[in-house]
């Protein structure tokens, strides 16, 4: 993971939006906590690899309305990536898979200033 580049978030999001490539349209973003510490949940690393955030309990318009996906955990790793492709989960009703290109590390600390978390639910949707 130390090959993606690190940038500041709001800086990123301006410069995806310059200069669309995947269809960046606005700033919004569909920011997933991931917990690094359960084998079966994607952690940061597989879900880059994979390209894709999958499985989780989000809606999926709000998916499809957004440009980014943001994927942190507790341990002060966040990444963007702008979406490309936002589908129903095959297996597991009500969830979804977030497909998404070009993944870049931000700052976790501005991340912050943008998403409050609590308990039950690991998905924000949020505009910059």
Excluded at 22 to 37: S, Y
Excluded at 47 to 70: E, M, P, Q, Y
Excluded at 114 to 120: G, H, L, M, Q
């Amino acid at each position: 993971m130390n090959k993606i580049r690190k940038e500041p978030l709001l800086a990123e999001v301006e410069r995806r939006l310059a200069k669309p490539i995947f269809g960046e349209r606005n700033k919004n973003c569909v920011v997933v906590r991931l917990n690094d510490d359960l084998t079966e949940k994607n952690s940061i690393q597989e879900s880059t690899f994979k390209l894709r955030a999958h499985g989780f309990k989000a809606s999926i318009s709000n998916a499809r309305d957004s440009s980014f996906v943001v994927l942190t955990n507790a341990k002060g790793v966040a990444l963007i990536g702008s979406i490309v492709d936002v589908e129903p989960h095959e297996e597991l009703e009500g969830r979804i898979n977030i497909y998404f290109r070009d993944p870049c590390h931000i700052d976790s600390d501005e991340l912050a200033k943008f998403v409050t978390w609590n308990n039950s639910n690991p998905v924000r949707t949020i505009r910059l």
